[in-house]
């Protein structure tokens, strides 16, 4: 099922303090960006966000966006200062993680 544009615009003011948020549709379902990092998205009107070590301390439950992915963290918060913080220190985990290997 395809998340609404209403619950996107509802996200999309929640994360407001984030710098930099972009998104980009895809499948009908949309992936969340700061400063061009990958940090969640929204999948069937939920908001998850990927796991680091700060997702996993300030959120409990966790969810699959489809089927095959890697469990994420559910946001069930309104609190949007609260929110962007996270998005902020997930953000600078996801950045100063291992560098990938290369594909061959």
Do not use: N
Not at 4 to 26: H, N, P
Not at 60 to 80: C, H, N
Not at 83 to 101: D, F, K, N, Q, W
Request: glycine share 12%; with cysteine; proline share 4%.
């Amino acid at each position: 099922m395809a998340s609404s544009q209403g619950y996107l615009d509802y996200v999309l003011d929640l994360l407001s303090g984030v710098e930099g948020l972009a998104t980009r549709k895809m499948m009908g379902e949309y992936l969340l960006y700061s400063e061009g990092t990958l940090f969640g998205g929204v999948y069937d009107d939920r908001l998850l966000i990927k796991e680091t070590p700060a997702s996993a301390s300030a959120l409990g439950a966790t969810a699959v966006p489809y089927e095959g992915a890697r469990p994420m963290r559910l946001v069930d918060s309104d609190d949007g200062d609260a929110l962007s913080r996270l998005v902020g220190a997930v953000c600078a985990e996801l950045r100063g993680g291992p560098a990938r290997r290369a594909r061959r």
